[in-house]
């Protein structure tokens, strides 16, 4: 049986998914690169997993509210504005998922993927940020699985438009949020190719 951790960052991000020959176990990382890393961490290190799936919500500034996306290469915007020699900051997401095939051949299929932009602030000001989408944990998830040789794959729902958007909005869009990723997850069966 395999053993599948999904990730939310907050209560209100959570769905009930399920997946066949799999014992499921959601964990509440918390909001932040630090807490979601540690959370994280310290789940793997009591029960190695054989796949991290993060689901949540993400901001955005080149699609559209309501979209679902996959994320396959990972950015931490706190990192790259330094830009110090030998510290990493972007994290090819391919890579945390490639010895699964069905999965890689799935993902290189689905049309909405690319760039999460991952920092430690709530973006609400129209910056120039490289990435699709913009989250606060998703790098450092993918940082740790990556030291831990586990596949992770980073599932969001966009709701909202970074400069255009509030919190407030962000709070009101959650109920969405869920109801469309439990719809999008049950449709898709991305876990049965675990």
């Known amino acids: 049986m395999k053993t599948i951790f999904i990730t939310h960052a907050v209560k209100e991000e959570f769905i009930p998914i399920g997946a066949a020959n799999s014992a499921i176990k ?20 009591q029960l190695k997993p054989d796949l991290v799936l993060n689901i949540g919500t993400a901001g955005t500034l080149k699609h559209q ?22 510290l990493e900051f972007e994290i090819d997401g391919q890579d945390l998922f490639h010895k699964n095939l069905p999965i890689k051949k799935w993902i ?9 932009n ?20 998703a790098y450092t998830q993918a940082f740790v699985c990556k030291e831990f040789k ?3 794959i980073s599932v969001k729902y966009i709701t909202d438009i970074i400069g255009q958007n509030s919190v407030e909005l962000w709070e009101s869009k959650l109920k969405d949020a869920r109801n469309s990723l439990e719809k999008w997850f049950d449709e898709n069966k991305l876990l049965s190719l675990i």
């Not at 959601?26 to 290190?45: D, Q």
């Open 108 to 116: 290189d299929k689905y049309e909405k993927k690319g760039i999460c």
């Open 26 to 45: 959601h964990i509440y990382t918390g909001v932040g690169k630090t807490k979601s890393a540690h959370i994280l961490t310290k789940n793997i290190c």
């Open 65 to 86: 509210i309501g979209d679902i996306f996959i994320s396959t290469h990972f950015i931490d915007r706190d990192y790259e504005t330094i830009r110090l020699p030998g």
């Open 150 to 152: 586990i596949p992770f």
């Open 118 to 137: 991952t920092g430690d602030s709530f973006v609400t000001n129209a910056e120039k940020i490289n990435g699709d989408i913009i989250d606060m944990e």
